[in-house]
């Protein structure tokens, strides 16, 4: 069984950085895309960006030239680097093997001054 686990949320000022990891375990293939999304309070999910198992990129418009994401197949992660965060980046970000709908339990970004 495959487990996600998301970390690297935090609180962070405007203008700051954070870089959220997604380690995958278990019955894994080393190479899988990943979506990353996002929950505000008293929003719906909304996603973020992906990564897919060629490597190709997509980002949603909110966070383009500002959020990337990247993998590090060996170690079975993908990161989400963010900066220039805004007031409005704030929720819990969760990461997605869309193939099998499987899930993190998500981390959680504030940002706030």
């Known amino acids: 069984q495959v487990q996600l686990v998301e970390s690297g949320g935090g609180l962070v000022q405007p203008g700051g950085s954070l870089r959220l990891s997604c380690v995958a375990s278990g019955n894994v293939r080393s190479i899988y895309a990943t979506d990353w999304y996002r929950q505000a309070p008293g929003k719906q999910r909304e996603l973020v960006a992906l990564?897919?198992?060629?490597?190709?990129?997509n980002y949603a418009d909110f966070v383009k030239g500002r959020f990337t994401v990247s993998r590090d197949n060996a170690k079975k992660t993908v990161y989400l680097q963010m900066n220039s965060l805004k007031h409005e980046d704030t929720g819990v970000y969760y990461c997605r093997i869309p193939g099998d709908n499987i899930w993190g339990q998500g981390t959680q970004v504030t940002v706030s001054s």
């Open positions: 990564i897919t198992s060629g490597g190709n990129t």
